[in-house]
């Protein structure tokens, strides 16, 4: 009886052994539970004061601002291998209420601020596949294969931070339109899961 109950253990840990282990940034089905889905800003903070909504009250708090930047997504997929996909795929998708500025009398975008120009926004944004370090604490998102026509609308995200509570800090270099023309600037924005459906 001893020697079955040995035998027997000794197949369990043998055959145990014998699987490989997955690198955790690998782990797709683990990855998609825990990060798959759409995040809303929390918070979004340029590095220095900005008036984008001509109030006349300069923040650096770009909700304040920018009155849609909170309804816009960050959008997380993460698929495969299955039957549909030979590999797998992990795609970052960034929205943000990208500002169109005309005046209509020049029919052109100013180059310096212009009283006479209207400033609309539109909700635009890029996708683009990214990994994971081996730690799953940041999220490298890879440059496009072919050079987007209006690359300072859709920039690549300086970094991406993963935190706890199911956020993601994204920092990107914007450009806005405000009363002393056009600057760039980093903004830092905190991204919060809402639903794991994409």
């Known amino acids: ?28 089905p683990t990855l998609n539970q825990r990060f798959h889905g759409k995040y809303r800003p929390v918070s979004s903070i340029a590095e220095e004061v900005v008036d984008l909504n001509f109030d006349g009250k300069p923040s650096a708090d770009l909700l304040a601002e920018i009155r849609d930047l909170a309804t816009t997504d960050l959008r997380i997929d993460i698929y495969g291998p299955n039957k549909h996909l030979a590999k797998r ?7 943000w209420p990208e500002q169109y500025v005309y005046n209509s009398s020049t029919r052109k975008e100013p180059t310096a601020y212009d009283s006479v120009a209207t400033v609309n926004y539109n909700r635009q944004g890029a ?10 604490k940041q999220i490298y998102v ?13 920039p690549l995200p300086e970094s991406a931070t993963i935190e706890d509570g199911n956020m993601i800090r994204v920092v990107n270099r914007k450009r806005f339109y405000t009363r002393s023309g056009w600057k760039s600037m980093r903004v830092e924005t905190v991204y919060k899961r809402y639903t794991t459906a994409t």
Do not use: H, W
């Not at 795929?89 to 929205?95: A, C, G, T």
């Open 1 to 28: 009886m001893k020697i079955t109950l040995l035998f027997s253990f000794s197949v369990f840990l043998a055959l145990s052994g014998c699987r490989e282990s997955m690198a955790p940034n690998e782990d797709v």
């Open 89 to 95: 795929s992990y795609l970052f998708y960034q929205q």
């Open 127 to 136: 996708t683009r596949q990214f990994e994971f370090d081996q730690s799953i």
């Open 142 to 154: 890879q440059p496009d294969e072919t050079p987007l026509a209006y690359p300072e609308r859709f």
